[in-house]
């Protein structure tokens, strides 16, 4: 796939210019009486402005027209799956798995339209909690930006590659990479077919790269992995510019009569990145037991306890197995956390079937699971030599320390859910005995 010109690095201050426009950014002041070529200078600010520098972020934008230029936000109805409302459904405990959603195939339904929120908790009013969406949709947004005044987008695509315009310049992911778009940042996403793929979204803080501890200064997901967009405008002009903004985790709707991707230049350390994820270092046992998922975690957003975080994002990625004297797939569980798992590729380790790519599952707070009965007692009998486990496979996590609630279309009007899911425990054997 032809791609975009991208830079490099996690959290790095960077400074980008559109080849069009040499020397569009001002040097040694950010607020120049007049910018060149006519720009108008707009900073956007992704923590307060006295936050310490470790945890200070924020860009200038030099763009052809301030984003202030627009008619007043009014509802928008077109996404009726979004939703914020913790409260539709009654509490439930129970293992849950869906078999994959559905991407439409009649009539036009674009990446805004195609959200639909499976579960989540807490309140973008104050701050704290996050919310799971998955996409669902086939057609390109057209004159159309959104972005997220509540929080953090980490989009995992599944099926189908996302072309995405940003104020920062344009992106490109397929499945296996990901890509996070902060609070406030306009996008618009162009697809091709088909295209499903799962959304976490943070309210409380940004995603940031896990510590190594005694791992060390290299390994997991590396800072040169990460790439960020570098400047493109378009100097675009038409009758009507829809742009969406989720508030509250309502969405509105301001048109204007301009693209809204009109940055020339722009400079700072507040900007979207992409990650492929076949590029993460994978650690784990050389010898025995089984490591906990956090050894996979790709990135994280922390909470204010530490070691806690709101939501981190894990990866279960193709690695070569080879503990000695161990069960080596995953443990039987019940977590403090809650477990909100999807399949981008392939096959997950722990379960034989029923759960497949553009499907999920859920193992909420202190919910038993494991491996099903074919899993388990495969494992236990297998001859323990060095192993390539999932090949060609590609699940992943998103760990809360949230309770989430289920959504009404989740639990019931996807008709995704798996009834039947419980069944994969129920024939587990009892093979306790105390002597022969
Ligand atoms: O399948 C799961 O539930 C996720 C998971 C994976 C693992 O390797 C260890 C613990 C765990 O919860
Ligand atoms: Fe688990």
């Known amino acids: 796939m032809s791609d975009y010109k991208y830079q490099t690095g996690f959290g790095s201050y960077f400074s980008s210019e559109d080849p069009r426009c040499p020397n569009s950014l001002p040097e040694g002041q950010n607020s120049p009486q007049k910018c060149a070529y006519g720009l108008y200078a707009e900073q956007l600010s992704g923590s307060a402005f006295t936050a310490p520098r470790t945890e200070n972020t924020k860009s200038w934008l030099y763009r052809i027209r301030p984003s202030v230029i627009h008619e007043p936000f009014k509802r928008y109805e077109e996404a009726v799956h979004l939703t914020r409302n913790w409260d539709e459904q009654h509490p439930n405990p129970n293992q849950m798995r869906w078999n994959p959603f559905e991407i439409p195939t009649s009539g036009k339904i674009d990446f805004v339209q195609g959200l639909h929120t499976v579960c989540g908790a807490g309140d973008a009013r104050s701050r704290h909690g996050i919310a799971i969406h998955v996409y669902l949709c086939n057609s390109s947004m057209e004159n159309k930006a959104m972005y997220n005044s509540d929080g953090d987008f980490l989009i995992v695509p599944q099926q189908g590659i996302l072309d ?4 920062f310049g344009r992106l490109k992911i397929a499945p ?3 890509c996070v778009i902060q609070q406030g940042i306009r996008f618009s996403v162009d697809v091709n077919g088909p295209t499903r793929g799962y959304i976490l979204e943070v309210y409380d803080n940004h995603f940031k790269l896990p510590d190594l501890g005694p791992i060390g200064a290299n390994g997991l997901a590396n800072p040169r992995d ?3 967009p570098t400047a493109w405008f378009e ?8 742009i969406i903004s989720k508030f509250q985790g309502a ?8 693209s809204p991707f009109d940055v020339v230049a722009w400079h700072g350390n507040y900007a979207p990145f992409r990650y492929d994820l076949s590029k993460f270092m994978v650690i784990n046992s050389v010898s025995f037991d089984h490591c906990d998922p956090s050894i996979f975690t790709v990135l994280t957003c922390p909470s204010s306890r530490p070691g806690t975080a709101i939501a981190d994002f894990v990866i279960f990625p193709p690695r070569w197995s080879v503990q000695e004297h161990t069960f080596r797939p995953p443990y039987y569980h019940r977590n403090c956390m809650s477990e909100f798992m999807g399949l981008i590729l392939g096959r997950y380790e722990a379960k034989e079937s029923g759960f497949l790519p553009g499907g999920a599952s859920l193992h909420s707070m202190m919910t038993p699971h494991g491996p099903d009965r074919n899993c388990f007692e495969g494992a236990s009998n297998a001859v323990l030599k060095a192993e390539r486990i999932a090949d060609g496979t590609q699940a992943f996590m998103f760990e809360s320390s949230l309770s989430m609630a289920v959504t009404k279309w989740g639990e019931e009007t996807c008709q995704k859910l798996d009834k039947s899911y419980y069944e994969c425990w129920q024939s587990l054997q009892k093979h306790f005995k105390i002597s022969d």
Not at 164 to 167: A, G, S
């Open 176 to 178: 296996n990479q990901i």
């Open 164 to 167: 995405i315009k940003t104020e």
């Open 251 to 258: 969405l509105f709707i301001a048109k204007q009569k301009h």
């Open 226 to 228: 990460f790439e960020t």
């Open 235 to 242: 100097d675009k002009e038409v009758d009507e510019y829809k």
